[in-house]
Nanobody
Framework: QVQLVESGGGLVQAGGSLRLSCQASGRTFSTVVGGWFRQAPGKEREFVASITWTHGRPNYKESVKGRFTISRDNVKRQVFLQMNSLQREDTAVYFC???????????????WGQGTQVTVSA
């Protein structure tokens, strides 16, 4: 089993920045990637970004490219999401995930955190 704990969410004004962190523990070496998804009220959970543990290869949702940066500390098994130029549409609960696929399909992620709220105000 793998446990994931997110931190770093909060309230920020549009145009501001936040950095999310995710600490993985347990059998983390059974997974290939760490990533972030988000879910806004009344909407489906959607992929934001993911990264391979070993090589640090990233993959992004098109609408966050250039604003969000995913990174990881492979030794500490941490995944980070630096979010800049935040927009009101970025308001959502952000979930850390770990699994086997670099892509956006949530079926490729076997483990999930509880989520952290990000709220972007006007």
């Amino acid at each position: 089993q793998v446990q994931l704990v997110e931190s770093g969410g909060g309230l920020v004004q549009a145009g501001g920045s936040l950095r999310l962190s995710c600490q993985a523990s347990g059998r983390t070496f059974s997974t290939v990637v760490g990533g972030w998804f988000r879910q806004a009220p009344g909407k489906e959970r959607e992929f934001v970004a993911s990264i391979t543990w070993t090589h640090g290869r990233p993959n992004y949702k098109e609408s966050v490219k250039g604003r969000f940066t995913i990174s990881r500390d492979n030794v500490k098994r941490q995944v980070f999401l630096q979010m800049n130029s935040l927009q009101r549409e970025d308001t959502a609960v952000y979930f850390c995930a770990a699994g086997d696929l670099l892509g956006p399909d949530p079926e490729g992620y076997r483990y999930w955190g509880q989520g952290t709220q990000v709220t972007v105000s006007a």
